[in-house]
């Protein structure tokens, strides 16, 4: 259980709202951390523009980069 309760995805506007109804049609319900991110706006862009950043770079297989969450979040604890 996360030490600080996200934000509720169905008040969620505009971009925010967006990115959790995506995360919803891949993965069944929006990411436990971006619920946190949503908390404060800029930082939700900031999380986000890393992201698009890291995907759209080309530097890190798409592949890779899920091995390497996956990986993060069995160090972390995390049930992913």
Known sequence: MARIN???PDYAQGPIKA???AQT???GAPLS???LYARRPTVF???RAMWTGL???GLIDSKLLSLINRR???I???EF
Do not use: P, Y
Request: proline letters at 0%; aromatic letters at 8%; hydrophobic letters at 40%.
């Open 72 to 74: 993060v979040a069995a």
């Open 19 to 21: 990115v959790f109804e």
């Open 45 to 47: 862009r900031g999380v």
């Open 55 to 57: 995907d759209s770079s």
């Open 6 to 8: 996200g934000i509720d």
């Open 76 to 78: 972390n604890g995390c």
């Open 33 to 35: 951390n971006h619920l």
């Open 25 to 27: 049609k891949k993965w």
